[in-house]
């Protein structure tokens, strides 16, 4: 397939989804009936719609025959192909991958999860990954057979030969364009993308979990920095020679701030808390020193944001995690302290906020990093791995 480039491109993707519209919105249709809701050519309409059905994006499923009026040859009605996967979102997480899967219009037609064990190596969470995609076709009939691109979120940071491992599996199975990149920088794109305003342009997504990471949307695109550590705030130092961290370093914000650190900080202070789920009932009765604890962690995580709202200046901050939704002083506390660092500056206070989305954001967002008509993505590098027949972007 011969790819087109440049200003050609992009209007020819601009007229594509329109003509994918179009379809959404009213269902079947005739290429005369595309033309003029599109306001494109005939032979514009035609070139588009044959494109998307070598493509299997949509399919032919009637004629015109019946509602005809006049002489003539019946018309073929066009319509998605509501089976027909064209992106697949993939994310993995520490103990579960999440898979999305989107039609031409962009809409989710699959989801589901599947947990494997944290400690399970490579091999068995890309089975069990495959697994679930199998699982996701038999049950909802969705099919694989068309699909343009998959865009995989991994944890951690700057494993290029693992990124490259992945791509390199999953173009193979499916011959589609494979992009991977960090999860947590995935989720964050799905933040803006979801975000209230439609114009977030200046971002910063930091999840407080298993560790501590983040992402930054900046200028209205996802940013990666030099080498992909754009927006890792979790390594920051809060605590100079403070608890050793799995980076090497003592007293990083993950330290601090992450699940682990916060649990493991109340056993010490005499609050047996092991999960999460023992933090809440602590946190629903109110007690003092699991209160201390998230604040003392709030404040750390509010000390490194509002630093780096005074070299981004954006206009949200979002914070992610399970943590965030079960214990609100973390966030309280989060929000006062970046407050206190940017009281200086009139009117730049930037909106914090919980996370929208859930555990799929990653999924969600690897994803929308497909969608390449988004403006977020404009520029955008990340491993991009071809197949022999499709290019990527
Ligand atoms: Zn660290």
Redo the contacts with the bound molecule.
Sequence with gaps: MATPSGVHALVRRSHEERVLRVLRQNGAQSRNEIASRVGLSRTTVSEITSDLLVRGAIKVVDTDAVERVGSGRPAERLALDPGSGQYMGIDFGHRRVNVVVADAAHDVIASGTSRYDESAQWPERLQTALALIDRLSADTGVHYGALQAIGIGVPGWGDHSRADGVAELFAERFHAAVIVDNNVRFAGLAEALHAQSDSVRDLIYLRLSDGVGGGLVVGGQLARGHKGFAGEL??VTVVPGGAQ???G?RG?V??VASVPAILGRCRELGVPVETLDDLKAAVEIAHPVVDQVLRDAGAAVGQVLGTAAMTLNPSEIVLGGDIVKIAPTLLQQVKATITYELSWLTDAAPVVRPALLSDDGGALGAIAALFHESPLLAGYEANVTTDGGRQWP
């Design positions: 979790g390594h961290c799995r980076c370093k990083c993950e330290t």
